[in-house]
């Protein structure tokens, strides 16, 4: 039943308050990426003023997306939930603020010294709350604490803090907290545990088809330490757990949310979906009726409903309904009213920040922090620099077009061309280096001359080659050593590709793993194969010029 | 003789203040694209303290350069002049301005009808300078006053206002009226005339033939309708004009800086070089003896000498050894200053834009300038929409990692993809698709199957295939057409590459050319060739999909 005084418009705002929505952290509509995903500005100022309770941003740098949550905030005329998926610091979305390397690294190093690796997540969760907060977000949507313990997990790989449950739990739980001494709010995700899968959730619904006792023994130890240390929320996985719901995705399946989560795992905090408008959930379900059953299933939040308005009366329709219960909807309310003031009454500087905040780039504490975690984390071997050259700095990489950890002067870039070395980048959107023979994969003269530097940027499940879909590189590697051309291998990202491909080198090519791709770790890396660092080039090199006549077109 | 009081620092702050240096439009070290040219902060700040009275900016979007701006002027404690090379809108460098077509588009229009030409500029100026004054700039270096009579030249092509001396006077004239009517001052370029080269600046030094009678007829009727019409400043260009001085390029040359500009055209406002890092200059004079050289010459301003600190004392040396007069620096401190004073008195609105300029884009007037001109200079040709299909969308563009038009979602890309095309993108960076055959230049098979729509980005002379050297694309019309794979020519840039290709295509073939390079000139022109408004996607395709698993990787 709905209020006596007014009720349409104080459930329609009830309602409204539910929902996270999304938009870019550009300021102007034209600078939309994805203007199918992301509200422009007019629809974003009615939302809020309609009551929207919470937005998702993504995109635009760091001064942008300081202007950005103020003037979402003005809109709204009332506190807001404002959220990034910033699980590799700030700057993995946001230019200009910390970029570290991705959570995996640390489980490595946690394998060594467990005592630094959960003193570096801690830290790492102070980074990344400490300047979320200044550039006006409260939420950080991470960590990851799924267990990826497959690791042709197309969806996690990388981003988790653990390849087992008591490693992935004792850093998500470090991380949390460092995020949330800082006024800023955490969040585990994707519940029950997305690490086991080997199909993205993007594209179609992943079944898990474990029990009860293997999720109990793998999937929700991490879940357990990040409640037991206070995460504020938790988010759901679009995933089918047919031991537990044969029915519904996780998402939407009241015996995963609310009798898993809430009940026998007690977790009293925010339970927020995973972005409806994936394909697992918004494939399957029409777009209202998908919030709906998300809050009956017993989330509090609906993340990315495909349409808001509608999922605003739908949800409306189902109290007048009976489906949904109005204390049920204000339990939510009060659990998103409780957290947002958690932000301001944790430990942290909780002052709004200024506009200027980072406006010289991360403090140096976290500087030094980025900097340590990719010391820490490179492995190299093979003897001496990269030896002959110069010749082709062989790149691959998923998409150049939109690539931040490529901009023009990137040091994968700049410290082969100081040294000679051409550039020839392989992205699946160029002609085809490809050769449709498995054995000898990519057509050499199509590369150019001389010895091969290859560099290749993989997360995920990227192994696939235009040609056959197959993974090309060990054939590569085996190619082009036996050609007499492979003068050295740098892996940025994926642990599993570096020891594949590790595996098969003659032992006297240089070679070297990152799992950072951001300039930082090309840098430090290419250092170790005996590149020398930015600025090093000889005076009668190109690339310089090139840079300028680029650049300065006057 | 320097003053009797403090002598020194009084001198040093002088010969400060008649600099000009360089630093990312970006707020933070790390965000520098060009650490080479561009100052970090700490010795951005230095010399700011040191006396240094301006600044060019590059790099960054709007919002972050409203916040470099107030930095720097913060660091320096007094008034700057604060600059880009914003020829073409200040959207062209900073993303969330106004990105308008390049000037000659609007020759072209003058061609039809000069007094809509004529207002289109005063309004392009107008749009630039009020955006230019919001996000803290002062001084937009434009208009182009150089006469590009060269199709081949390859440095100023499409910046030009118009290709015969009348129209870019005119036009020219124009622009700075609506620049300066808003406060900001403008720069007349690059005196006495670039538009006759065929060899670029950036690389060597070029040679003008050109007598004096000649350069009376081309080169200087727009550099005396723009300072008629009371530009603020002229930069001089970095050639040698042997009829006038066989001995220093016109940057470093009396007779060209005082003799011809300042006593015979009778300009009384700033000079200011051209770039003194660019090699035709670099290349051939000490870093430091270059400014020195200059400012003996007769300029006023030295922008981006190689070494600021250098230049300030070398200058002060050469004031010592009698090479300058205090006077003459006076002199160019005196109209610096006035320069300044001009901003604040000169119309528009003077007070200082507050940190949330632009926060949603460029004014509607200036929504409607940008489409106005792209729609009146798009052209196209052949019958109705692009046939058969899908197909491969051959893209051709200069670098793809540094692509500001070809954003995620840009038209060119999304359009395209939505009806399900394949890009393929060309840009020399990536594996050949040269056969070395140059009568079939391409080697089809590496493309993909299907019909090709040919999307060439050209301005400049890019036109050179990686493979030999020699304009490819001409070539490639008639193989494509031979083998009838052409479905359809996009053109975005020059005129030039325009109308030699579309002089070789089979009528039957839909193809258009649009000026402007940026996503809403893609928008329009696909349009004519029938790809649809962006969103109008199948529900089936594959586009959206794959943005969302780039975007959105929770």
Same mark, same amino acid.
């Given at each position: 039943m709905?209020?006596?005084?007014?009720?349409?418009? /104080?459930?329609d705002?009830?309602?409204?308050?539910l929902?996270?929505?999304r938009?870019s952290?550009?300021?102007?509509?034209?600078?939309?990426r994805?203007?199918r995903?992301?509200?422009?500005?007019?629809a974003?100022?009615?939302l809020l003023?309609?009551?929207v309770g919470?937005?998702?941003l993504l995109?635009?740098?760091?001064a942008e997306?300081?202007?950005?949550?103020?003037?979402?905030e003005a !809109?709204?005329g009332?506190p807001?939930l404002l959220?990034a998926?910033?699980e590799?610091?700030?700057?993995?979305?946001f230019?200009?603020a910390?970029?570290l390397v991705?959570?995996l690294?640390?489980a490595?190093?946690?394998a060594? @010294?467990?005592a630094?690796?959960?003193d570096?997540?801690?830290?790492?969760?102070?980074c990344t709350?400490?300047?979320?907060?200044?550039?006006?977000?409260n !939420?950080v949507?991470a960590?990851?604490c799924?267990?990826?313990?497959?690791p042709?997990n197309?969806?996690?790989n990388?981003?988790?803090?653990g390849e @087992?449950?008591?490693?992935?739990?004792?850093?998500?739980?470090a991380?949390?907290r460092g995020?949330q001494?800082e006024?800023?709010?955490a969040?585990?995700?994707?519940?029950?545990?997305?690490?086991?899968t080997?199909?993205d959730?993007?594209?179609?619904l992943p079944l898990?088809?474990h029990?009860?006792?293997?999720?109990e023994?793998v999937e929700?130890p991490?879940f357990r330490?990040a409640?037991?240390?206070?995460?504020?929320?938790?988010m759901?996985a679009?995933?089918?757990?047919?031991?537990?719901?044969?029915?519904?995705?996780?998402?939407?399946s009241?015996?995963v949310?609310?009798?898993?989560?809430?009940?026998?795992?007690g977790?009293?905090g925010?339970?927020?979906t995973?972005?409806l408008?994936?394909?697992a959930?918004?494939?399957r379900?029409?777009p209202?009726e998908?919030?709906?059953?998300?809050?009956?299933?017993?989330?509090?939040l609906?993340?990315?409903p495909?349409?808001?308005?509608?999922?605003?009366e739908?949800?409306v329709?189902?109290?007048?309904?009976g489906?949904?219960?109005?204390?049920q909807?204000?339990?939510?309310?009060?659990?998103?009213r409780?957290?947002?003031?958690r932000?301001s009454?944790?430990?942290g500087?909780s002052?709004p920040?200024?506009?200027?905040?980072?406006s010289?780039g991360?403090?140096?504490?976290d500087?030094?922090?980025?900097?340590?975690?990719?010391?820490?984390?490179? /492995?190299?071997?093979?003897?001496?620099?990269?030896p002959g050259?110069p010749g082709?700095?062989?790149?691959r990489?998923d998409?150049?077009?939109?690539?931040?950890f490529?901009p023009?002067?990137?040091?994968a870039?700049a410290?082969?061309a100081?040294?000679? !070395?051409r550039t020839?980048?392989?992205?699946?959107?160029?002609?085809?280096?490809w050769?449709?023979d498995?054995?000898a994969p990519?057509?050499?003269e199509?590369?150019?001359d001389g010895?091969?530097l290859l560099?290749?940027?993989?997360?995920?499940?990227p192994?696939?080659g235009?040609a056959?879909g197959?993974?090309?590189?060990?054939?590569?590697?085996?190619q082009?050593?036996?050609?007499?051309?492979l003068?050295?291998?740098a892996?940025?990202?994926?642990?599993?590709?570096?020891?594949?491909?590790?595996?098969?080198?003659d032992p006297?090519?240089?070679?070297?793993?990152?799992?950072?791709?951001?300039?930082?770790?090309?840098?430090?890396l290419l250092?170790r194969?005996?590149?020398?660092?930015?600025?090093g080039?000889?005076?009668?090199?190109?690339?310089?010029r090139a840079?300028?006549?680029?650049?300065?077109?006057d």
């Amino acid at each position: 039943m709905a209020d006596r005084f007014d009720p349409p418009q /104080v459930l329609d705002r009830l309602a409204a308050e539910l929902l996270v929505v999304r938009c870019s952290g550009h300021l102007a509509d034209p600078q939309r990426r994805y203007p199918r995903w992301e509200l422009d500005n007019a629809a974003l100022q009615r939302l809020l003023q309609r009551g929207v309770g919470g937005v998702i941003l993504l995109g635009g740098c760091a001064a942008e997306l300081r202007q950005r949550t103020r003037q979402l905030e003005a !809109w709204a005329g009332a506190p807001l939930l404002l959220c990034a998926d910033v699980e590799e610091g700030v700057g993995q979305r946001f230019e200009g603020a910390s970029w570290l390397v991705p959570p995996l690294a640390l489980a490595r190093i946690h394998a060594e @010294d467990p005592a630094l690796a959960i003193d570096l997540a801690r830290r790492y969760g102070a980074c990344t709350g400490r300047e979320a907060r200044q550039l006006g977000l409260n !939420w950080v949507l991470a960590p990851v604490c799924d267990v990826n313990n497959n690791p042709a997990n197309p969806v996690i790989n990388v981003r988790a803090w653990g390849e @087992d449950p008591a490693t992935a739990g004792a850093l998500a739980a470090a991380f949390c907290r460092g995020v949330q001494a800082e006024g800023v709010l955490a969040c585990a995700k994707h519940f029950p545990g997305h690490g086991d899968t080997a199909s993205d959730s993007h594209l179609e619904l992943p079944l898990i088809p474990h029990g009860r006792e293997r999720l109990e023994a793998v999937e929700l130890p991490p879940f357990r330490e990040a409640i037991a240390t206070g995460v504020a929320a938790v988010m759901t996985a679009h995933l089918l757990l047919p031991a537990i719901d044969a029915d519904h995705p996780a998402t939407l399946s009241r015996a995963v949310l609310t009798g898993l989560l809430r009940q026998q795992l007690g977790f009293e905090g925010l339970i927020v979906t995973d972005a409806l408008v994936m394909e697992a959930i918004a494939g399957r379900y029409g777009p209202s009726e998908a919030a709906v059953l998300a809050l009956e299933a017993g989330a509090d939040l609906v993340l990315m409903p495909e349409d808001a308005d509608g999922a605003i009366e739908a949800i409306v329709a189902a109290v007048a309904s009976g489906r949904l219960s109005l204390e049920q909807l204000r339990a939510s309310q009060q659990r998103r009213r409780r957290a947002l003031e958690r932000c301001s009454a944790d430990g942290g500087d909780s002052a709004p920040a200024p506009l200027g905040a980072l406006s010289n780039g991360p403090a140096p504490p976290d500087q030094a922090l980025a900097l340590e975690l990719v010391r820490r984390s490179l /492995v190299s071997r093979g003897r001496g620099p990269v030896p002959g050259g110069p010749g082709v700095n062989l790149i691959r990489l998923d998409n150049s077009l939109a690539c931040p950890f490529l901009p023009a002067g990137a040091p994968a870039l700049a410290l082969p061309a100081a040294a000679g !070395w051409r550039t020839c980048l392989i992205d699946g959107q160029g002609p085809s280096p490809w050769s449709g023979d498995g054995e000898a994969p990519l057509v050499l003269e199509r590369l150019g001359d001389g010895p091969v530097l290859l560099q290749l940027f993989v997360r995920g499940n990227p192994f696939r080659g235009r040609a056959d879909g197959a993974d090309p590189w060990p054939a590569v590697i085996r190619q082009l050593q036996a050609a007499g051309r492979l003068a050295g291998l740098a892996v940025y990202g994926s642990p599993y590709a570096w020891e594949t491909l590790a595996a098969l080198l003659d032992p006297r090519v240089p070679a070297a793993w990152s799992p950072g791709q951001m300039a930082l770790a090309q840098g430090e890396l290419l250092g170790r194969l005996g590149f020398g660092p930015q600025g090093g080039a000889t005076p009668d090199d190109d690339a310089p010029r090139a840079a300028l006549a680029v650049d300065f077109t006057d």
